[in-house]
């Protein structure tokens, strides 16, 4: 069992920093091999036409399944909620995250309490996984990941009933991180909120809070995933890194506990979240090495809102994002620079941001973002 509470899992970084050992070769679980395609036997499933997220439907909104494509041609699947009874051309909102989940976990949430606010919002499972398409499955990509929120952006913008001038993104913990990046790249993104937000690069380059953050450990995190890579493809398929750790073992850190008590329990589990069950391809997440993600956010123009826990391991990332699109360091403590905001929740930790079991998520502050920069 591994036990990186302070290093980066080599290869993995599924959110956690904590995961499981890979599964063995001959595990019923683990996908067989396929030569010479090189594909993970898991394919995406077809949309499940019934209820099956981790939360209850609100009386308040509708709910239908749609699909979309981006510009690699990779079909996306989501969940779109309106709110019940709605006519005429909505602001809409694009929510997707947290890294390693799916669109029946947080983000399905948070799209519908969008929708009892009065947006049309979607959640979408970003590319490789769920039961989006592409494959091999279970693969993340700076890229790729970036283009899901501006291909949800190219659907809504088409909509009879969305007002493409009126449209907004979400995202939450790694896809934070991408929205961000999506805001920096897209100006058709009139507003955008990062919740509990990861910067998967940098985290991925340097470790939790710097710990791996040198040349000689970078170089070590590459070797590992080129002799990986050449495992690989010797055996026709790629080896999964492991989800959440499961069981639990007693002196795991107290944010792994949070991640554990969310993605392994009835809470949040799912049958189709890497996070769930057996995480991401060990090679992944290889291209984030080298891919600083927030470059550009000086550059943003248009407003956006970081929300985060005071309590969460992960708080840094959200103030590392402020501090590169207003230039003011913050620690700990709200902050308002223009139009971009930082806003802590007292107590929270990251988890606590994932769903309304802690009571603690700002749904109206959220909404209240939107409507101001919606209009």
């Not at 993605?263 to 080298?290: E, M």
Request: charged letters at 20%; one cysteine or more; aromatic letters at 10%.
């Amino acid at each position: 069992m591994k036990h990186p509470a302070t290093t980066l899992l080599a290869a993995a970084v599924s959110a956690t920093a904590f995961a499981q050992e890979p599964a063995p070769a001959a595990d019923a679980a683990a996908p067989k091999p396929q030569t010479p395609a090189m594909q993970n036997a898991d394919l995406p499933a077809p949309p499940t036409a019934e209820w099956d997220k981790t939360f209850p439907l609100s009386d308040k909104v509708e709910h239908s399944k749609a699909t979309f494509h981006n510009r690699y041609g990779i079909t996306l699947a989501a969940d779109l909620y309106r709110p019940k009874g709605a006519e005429g051309k909505l602001p809409a909102v694009a929510v997707s995250g947290p890294f390693g989940a799916v669109k029946e976990q947080s983000s399905g949430l948070y799209a519908q309490h969008l929708a009892e606010h009065g947006f049309l919002a979607i959640a979408f499972d970003p590319s490789f996984t769920g039961e989006s398409g592409g494959t091999p499955r279970r693969m993340a990509s700076p890229d790729i990941n970036t283009e899901d929120f501006l291909a949800a952006v190219d659907f809504l913008s088409v909509r009879n009933d969305v007002d493409p001038e009126k449209i907004g993104i979400l995202g939450i913990c790694g896809f934070g991180g991408m929205a961000v990046n999506a805001a920096a790249l897209d100006p058709r993104i009139k507003a955008t909120v990062a919740m509990t937000m990861y910067d998967m690069t940098k985290v991925t380059r340097e470790g939790y809070f710097g710990s791996s953050d040198t040349t000689a450990q970078r170089m070590e995190a590459r070797r590992a995933m080129a002799a990986q890579r050449t495992e690989d493809y010797r055996a026709g398929t790629y080896q999964r890194a492991g989800g959440v750790v499961d069981p639990l073992p007693e002196d795991a850190p107290w944010f792994v506990k949070d991640y554990h008590a969310y993605y392994k329990t009835a809470r949040g589990y799912h049958p189709r979240s890497g996070n769930s069950n057996d995480g991401w391809n060990v090679i992944g997440c290889q291209s984030f090495l080298n891919m600083p993600l927030l470059s550009y956010a000086h550059e943003i123009a248009t407003p956006v809102l970081l929300i985060h826990g005071e309590k969460a391991h992960s708080r840094y990332f959200s103030e590392y994002a402020f501090e590169k699109m207003t230039g003011i360091s913050v620690k700990g403590e709200s902050a308002k620079v223009g139009n971009k905001e930082l806003l802590i929740v007292p107590g929270a930790s990251h988890v606590d941001l994932y769903d309304d079991v802690a009571g603690v998520i700002p749904h109206d502050r959220i909404a209240e973002f939107f409507q101001m920069n919606l209009k």
